[in-house]
């Protein structure tokens, strides 16, 4: 009885590892490239990895409030700024060091969030179409057919209308 016992809690152990396992979350180029009715209008978009704890207060935070309240206080916002004498296509690439920091505080979710629509009405997740959704999961993730050396690239469009991703995760 008490190998069985023994036996089972193992097996537990290896399944729960295992299940952890597969939740493993990824380092990603995002390409973000702004629509062309934006390129002349000063645009920022920021990055934000979050982990568990924090993602519902992200996710239902007000795009208005944050926009206001913007400083260079925040370390772990990954931002891109576009307009007139900017490039119209910026990358966070899965290299850079931000990832790690991410990693550090437990980050499984990323936000990426833009002052356009200027003037669109506050709401969650992303109905608010200045804020966008992305999980940080391996498995949601396909190589994109512009694969750099087997990364994941995900595309990313600014647009007058919100945010959109145009390469959609896998489902869950």
């Not at 690439?93 to 506050?122: C, N, Q, T, V």
Request: hydrophobic share 40%.
């Amino acid at each position: 009885m008490r190998c069985m016992t023994i036996r089972s809690l193992l097996l537990a152990l290896v399944l729960a590892v295992g299940a952890v396992g597969c939740g493993k979350t990824g380092r990603y180029n995002i390409r973000v490239t702004i629509a062309p009715e934006l390129r002349d209008v000063s645009e920022e978009v920021h990055i934000v990895g979050v982990n568990d704890t924090d993602l519902a207060r992200w996710n239902d935070r007000s795009m208005t409030q944050y926009w206001l309240n913007v400083g260079p206080e925040q370390d772990d916002v990954y931002r891109m700024v576009f307009g007139r004498g900017f490039a119209s296509t910026n990358i966070l690439s899965a290299e850079d060091e931000i990832w790690s920091r991410w990693k550090s505080l437990g980050a499984r979710h990323l936000f990426i969030l833009s002052l356009y629509p200027m003037g669109a009405k506050d709401d969650t997740g992303s109905a608010d179409p200045r804020r966008l959704y992305l999980p940080m999961e391996k498995k949601r993730w396909k190589i994109s057919p512009f694969k750099v050396r087997d990364e994941i690239v995900i595309e990313v469009r600014p647009a007058p209308e919100g945010l959109k991703c145009l390469t959609p995760p896998n489902p869950e």
